[in-house]
């Protein structure tokens, strides 16, 4: 079983931040994970200018040469964890604007949420979340808040105590679980999604089927999408005609019924 592909977003980029040394210390623990394969990604060696494109993410990439970059790398990963810093009861203007930046790459993965600052980041992973869900990502309610960061960082290394080290591992065990059940969802469903697949199970009572239309209120929400919304295959969604969904049917064949009982009488099958 391949390992999920977990990046690591050092989300502060200021001169002095605590959010690399902590970042670096999230990466060493996730190397020792048999289930990841971690990538430490620093916001500060991307430079991504403030989000400016007059075509929102959600209906597709602009021709911005940035933005492609970026979403191929954020595209390609099973998972992610958003390392922060609170910023006036916030998460930082670069890691939201980095968000901001894509829409289809996010979909459908785990986030998970390390924080420092006044009451432990707890305000700047409240945000974050609200902003996961809002790109379709599953945010876990697992998280690390890390208290008194200056303390805990020398000579440029973050040593965690062991609140901080109990508080990662329940994290770790939440994102294994998370991505695994989410990168399987997403290859089963572009498989499923495959016409040549469908013709060829045909019969088969587990095969997915197209089924219903969708609200015109959602079928028309991006008329002008190049990619077939929300996502499409190469970042691990569906690719469906407008106006459709996927369902995933599980038909049991041959299911027996028992009829309404009396009292004193035991059921019969019908």
């Known amino acids: 079983m391949r390992r999920l592909i977990i990046q690591i977003l ?14 670096q210390w999230v990466g060493e623990r996730a190397a020792l994970r ?7 990604d620093d916001l500060a060696d991307w430079s991504l ?10 209906m597709g990439l602009s021709d911005d040469a940035t ?6 790398k ?18 930082s203007a670069v890691l939201k604007n980095a968000l901001d930046y894509l829409y289809a790459e996010w979909n459908r993965k785990p986030a998970a949420f390390v924080s420092f600052g006044n009451t432990g980041g707890a305000r700047a992973v ?13 945010a876990l309610g697992e998280a690390v808040h890390i208290l008194d960061v200056g303390d805990k960082v020398t000579d440029g290394r973050f040593a965690g105590d062991g609140r901080d080290e109990k508080q990662l591992t329940l994290l770790f065990d ?10 399987t969802a997403r290859e089963w469903t572009v498989k499923a999604n495959n016409p040549s697949n469908r013709r060829s199970a045909r019969g088969n009572p587990m095969q997915p089927r197209l089924s219903g239309a ?53 059921g019969r099958r019908a």
């Open 10 to 23: 050092v989300g502060s980029i200021r001169e002095g931040r605590k959010s690399l040394p902590v970042a």
């Open 126 to 138: 409240e945000h974050l979340r609200g902003v996961a869900i809002e790109l379709r990502m599953a």
């Open 214 to 266: 969708a609200p015109r209120s959602q079928a028309s929400k991006y008329p002008d999408c190049e990619e077939s919304h929300p996502a499409h295959p190469q970042h691990g969604g569906v690719t469906l005609p407008t106006g459709h969904r996927v369902e995933l049917v599980a038909e049991f064949q041959a299911r027996p019924t028992v009829s309404p009982t009396t009292p004193g009488t035991k």
């Open 49 to 58: 200018p403030m989000l400016s494109f007059a075509k929102p993410p959600a």
């Open 67 to 72: 933005q492609r970059r970026w979403a191929a």
């Open 34 to 40: 048999e289930e990841f394969q971690a990538e430490l």
């Open 174 to 183: 939440s994102l294994a679980w998370w991505g695994r059940a989410l990168s």
């Open 74 to 91: 954020i595209g390609a990963a099973d998972g992610y964890i958003f390392v922060s810093p609170e910023y006036n009861h916030g998460s």
